[in-house]
Every structure is written in C-alpha cells, then in structure tokens.
C-alpha cells in the first residue's frame, strides 16, 4: 500500500469534489484533441440498451449522461465511498455510501459494473474485483478506465528534477511521488483482471495536455497533494519542491510557447462469456457441437 491508496490520504484528497473537479477540468479545458472520454469508452461496449449497470466510484456523476444515452430501457445505480463526492450526482435517488471491496448487493444483480479511474484507491483491489464479478450476471461486463504506467512523462521528469535539486548532494535511490494512478495502470490492470476474468480486451486513447501557462499546471499538482506530498524525501518541502517546478515549467514555456504533457488513458473490458468475446464462443460451441 502506497499513499496513492492508503484510506487516510485518500480521505483527504475527497474531503470535498474541488480536487476532483479541479482534474477534470484541466482534462475538460487543455486537452489535444478535444474527446468526450467517457462516451469514447463506452462505445467500445456492445450494448443492448436495458442493461443494468452499477457504476463504482461514480463520484458527481460524470459518466451519468453518457451511461443514460446507452440505456433507453436500462436502470443506473451509483456507489460510492464518500458523502462529500456525490452532493452534486444528478440522480441522487440511485446512490448508494458504501465500500467497493464490500458491495452491499447480491450476487449476479447487474449487465454491467463500472469502476472508472478509482481502482487505484482501493486498499485490496483484488477483493474489490472478486466483488466486482461477484455482483456481475453470468455474461456480465465489467468496464474500467484508468492511465497508462506511461501517462504523463513529462510531469514524472519535472517532479524528479525539483526532487534531486532538493536533495544533499550525493543522495542516491532518490524516491519520487508517484501519481495517484500508477497504482492500478492499463498495463498492471490487465494482469490482475486476467486473473479473475475468462477475456480482456484494451483501448488506448492518446492525446496530450496542452498548456499556454503555469498556473493550471501547479493547480493540477496541488490537487494531488495529499497522496503526493508524504512521498517526498524526508526534508523536502512541497512548497520547494512546487516553486522549482514552477521555474521549470516558466523557462519551457518561454522558449517553446507552450507546455505539452502527453497522456495515455483507456479503457479494460473484461468478461467471461459476454461482449466482445461472446461470437467466439458462440462459433466455438458450433464447432464442438
């Protein structure tokens, strides 16, 4: 366990949606190209359209409007951990506090579950997705969006280069911040879902963060605070830390105009008899038949 998934430091960073909000709309705002990631995810699903879908960690609801254009005979329900997330959820009456390790649901209740750049939070993501398929009818689909351990490389070499100049000289293994989401990536996500799932299947979507100055750039850090700062070096300050970042970031805009941080997030479709992978089985009882 790592801050980016220890309860107390997650607790803090959703005292409130602000940091959230925050991530999102510098995602929304300075993006290159402009996608509407969670409506692109969710066309990489079949759908019938009268699914029932359990949407984990669905925070204000910001993939409630896409979820509703796919189900014009479906039923949506909302969990989430947090009161202080889901104030703002356009369908309150569909929400539900609880933990995603512990779903307070029946086994085989939904189509579809859903747990969208929040797996990395979870202490035991392995029991959380045991739960996940638990909850899931035989044919289910379980949908799950997260980052590339490749995301963001130029804001990773920003963060190590403000780190070592903070440091006494001669420090080695020098420890730098991981992002909140390298705990559950595309690629490590892949792996732990094979474990638990018959098929998965991976969409990528790169694009690139593209900002003309410094200011949403050390908004978009500090709203990872709370999980980024307890793994600086002993000594280190954050102020330090983001002050030399602030420096870095000024001098690459001065010279190029501009600051592009490239960004690979996607989508984890796992299942074990539905979606994408149930005309091969279909063909593969024909054939056995």
């Not at 991530?23 to 969710?42: C, G, M």
């Not at 202080?84 to 933990?99: N, T, Y």
Request: hydrophobic share 40%; with cysteine; proline share 7%.
């Amino acid at each position: 366990m790592t801050t980016a998934n220890n309860s107390d430091a997650v607790r803090k960073m959703y005292i409130t949606d602000e940091p959230l909000r925050i991530r999102q709309e510098t995602h929304d705002r300075y993006s290159v190209p402009q996608i509407n990631f969670p409506a692109w995810a969710l066309d990489c699903v079949q759908w019938r359209g009268d699914e029932t879908v359990l949407d984990v960690g669905c925070g204000p609801g910001r993939w409630y409007e896409a979820v509703q254009e796919k189900l014009p005979n479906g039923a949506y329900y909302g969990l989430d951990l947090y009161a202080s997330m889901v104030r703002s959820h356009p369908d309150p009456d569909k929400l539900m506090l609880s933990d995603a390790q512990q779903l307070p649901f029946a086994d085989a209740t939904f189509d579809v579950v859903m747990a969208n750049h929040m797996l990395f939070h979870v202490p035991d993501m392995e029991q959380a997705v045991l739960e996940f398929r638990r909850v899931l009818k035989p044919g289910g689909t379980f949908i799950s969006t997260t980052n590339s351990i490749h995301n963001m490389p130029e804001l990773q070499v920003l963060m190590r280069r403000a780190v070592t100049l903070l440091v006494p000289p001669g420090t080695t293994n020098i420890q730098v911040p991981l992002a909140h989401t390298d705990m559950y990536t595309l690629e490590s996500g892949t792996r732990l879902l094979s474990r638990h799932f018959y098929a998965i299947v991976r969409y990528d979507l790169p694009s690139a963060l593209v900002f003309p100055n410094v200011e949403p750039v050390l908004a978009y850090l500090e709203s990872t605070r709370s999980v980024r700062e307890p793994q600086l070096p002993p000594g280190i300050s954050w102020d330090d830390a983001m002050m030399i970042v602030r420096e870095q970031i000024n001098r690459l805009i001065d010279h190029f105009g501009e600051l592009v941080i490239n960004k690979l997030a996607g989508v984890l479709i796992a299942t074990d008899q539905g979606d994408f992978i149930r005309e091969y089985l279909d063909h593969q009882t024909k054939t056995h038949s």
